[in-house]
């Protein structure tokens, strides 16, 4: 079975200041990895995916994340954050080849001020 | 239309009440899922239908009974809850039921149990 940990369970940051959010996985087999973001009282949606190839993807609202197999991790970046991105971030793993059954991590409040 | 939409918005019943959660999606996605969230934590998944089959139960309560009347709508029918059973309702839609593909969430249903 896999897991997912997000350590930081608030992240607070003054606008226009880098973030990185951490997430690290527990798996014995390979999987796929996923960052969702949760706005006050909506859904989830998703930011971006780690399916296979290159490690570093980014989403249209310039977050970005690396995928480092070594130390399981796929920490979410930011390199200047804006108050809209105020939210709750959930990580989240599926394993290849089997239903769709995400997994996700405790989350991570992102409070933005200014 | 990337949208999913679920009603009612908010649900108020008691214990002893029957009342039924409905959801729909027209992305021609054949995925639709059912997850739980309380205050402060991640999704739990709760069902999983895949062209309009039952694939997964995650050993949920029988007061809780998923339907899926077609491959646009999802239902998710209570009876004799729990005021612990409060909590956000999401139902989600991906394109197929395998791992790797976007989990488009809807709104939610915040229900009280009283």
């Known amino acids: 079975a896999q897991s997912v940990t997000q350590l930081d369970s608030q992240v607070p940051v003054f606008e226009e200041a880098p973030v990185e959010l951490r997430c690290n996985y527990s798996s014995s087999v390979s999987v796929y990895l996923f960052w969702y973001v949760q706005y006050p009282n909506q859904g989830l949606q998703l930011l971006l995916k780690y399916l296979s190839g290159s490690t570093l993807v980014e989403s249209i609202n310039g977050f970005e994340a690396e995928f480092n197999k070594s130390q399981t991790s796929f920490h979410l970046r930011k390199p200047s954050v804006h108050i809209s991105d105020t939210a709750e971030y959930f990580c989240?793993?599926?394993?290849?080849?089997?239903?769709?059954?995400?997994?996700f991590g405790t989350g991570t409040r992102l409070q933005v001020t200014l | 239309d990337t949208e999913v939409t679920q009603t009612p918005k908010h649900l108020v019943m008691g214990m002893t009440n029957k009342k039924s959660l409905k959801c729909e999606q027209h992305m021609g996605h054949r995925a639709m899922y059912w997850y739980k969230q309380k205050a402060k934590k991640p999704p739990e998944l709760m069902f999983v239908?895949?062209?309009?089959?039952?694939?997964i139960n995650e050993s949920v309560p029988s007061r809780f009974s998923p339907e899926c009347p077609n491959s646009s709508l999802l239902n998710l029918h209570l009876h004799a809850l729990q005021p612990e059973d409060s909590a956000l309702y999401l139902c989600a839609s991906s394109q197929e039921g395998s791992a790797g593909y976007e989990q488009y969430f809807g709104p939610g249903t915040r229900l009280t149990v009283t």
């Open positions: 989240a793993v599926s394993r290849p080849g089997t239903a769709s059954k995400l997994t």
């Open positions: 239908y895949s062209y309009e089959k039952l694939s």
